[in-house]
Antibody, heavy 114, light 110 residues
Framework: EVHLVDSGGGLVQPGGSLRLSCAASGLPFSNYWMAWIRQAPGKGPEWVANINQDGGQKNYVDSVRGRFTISRDNAKHSVHLQMDSLRAEDTALYYC???????WGQGTQVTVSS | QSVLTQPPSTSGTPGLRVTISCSGSSSNIGSHDVLWYQQFPGSAPKLLIDGNDQRRSGVPDRITGSKSGTSASLAISGLQAEDEANYYCAVWDDSLHGWVFGGGTKLTVL
């Protein structure tokens, strides 16, 4: 059974940083693209970033490009999202996902507020 | 304002059929396969359909996806109370170089 566990969220002031992590199990991790998808309260999902199997290709939504960095560690079956220069509009539940949602983590809450 | 346009809400009575539309453009739906998700409050979205019309394992065959030109549709026949949820379409967009989601459609079973 595929299991994704998201962690690292929290309350941070505008301009601050957080590093999200996702631990995957139950699948050949290095065979899959991985993504981070967020959802603000009462809103639909928004794709944030994804990374290919060997980490050589990364894509970002315009609103986070230059501030967020996605990375992966295939040996540890994990994917990360380094979030810098956080803004209030980044407040959301952040999900790790296989491909673009074949499987989802439980989400980790990020709140950016002073 | 989403690149993909979905009706905010729709409804139907048990047993009947509803259709949810997703309108895009040549840079997204017109060029790439569409995905459809179902989401219940408090839960992560669940992928129902990929490749425009390919049901994921465990998805009943009364749920079907289709695509024509720059629009896609999700149809649910034999409507059941358990179908009441939010539904989202998603697709890769060449202009944005990223995945985009529709704004979502809330399905109410009357």
């Amino acid at each position: 059974e595929v299991h994704l566990v998201d962690s690292g969220g929290g309350l941070v002031q505008p301009g601050g940083s957080l590093r999200l992590s996702c631990a995957a199990s139950g699948l050949p991790f290095s065979n899959y693209w991985m993504a981070w998808i967020r959802q603000a309260p009462g809103k639909g999902p928004e794709w944030v970033a994804n990374i290919n199997q060997d980490g050589g290709q990364k894509n970002y939504v315009d609103s986070v490009r230059g501030r967020f960095t996605i990375s992966r560690d295939n040996a540890k079956h994990s994917v990360h999202l380094q979030m810098d220069s956080l803004r209030a509009e980044d407040t959301a539940l952040y999900y790790c996902a296989v491909n673009t949602g074949d499987y989802w983590g439980q989400g980790t809450q990020v709140t950016v507020s002073s | 304002q989403s690149v993909l346009t979905q009706p905010p809400s729709t409804s139907g009575t048990p047993g009947l059929r509803v259709t949810i539309s997703c309108s895009g453009s040549s840079s997204n739906i017109g060029s790439h396969d569409v995905l459809w998700y179902q989401q219940f409050p408090g839960s992560a979205p669940k992928l129902l359909i990929d490749g425009n019309d390919q049901r994921r394992s465990g998805v009943p065959d009364r749920i079907t996806g289709s695509k024509s030109g720059t629009s896609a549709s999700l149809a649910i026949s034999g409507l059941q109370a358990e179908d009441e949820a939010n539904y989202y379409c998603a697709v890769w967009d060449d202009s944005l170089h990223g995945w985009v989601f529709g704004g979502g459609t809330k399905l109410t079973v009357l």
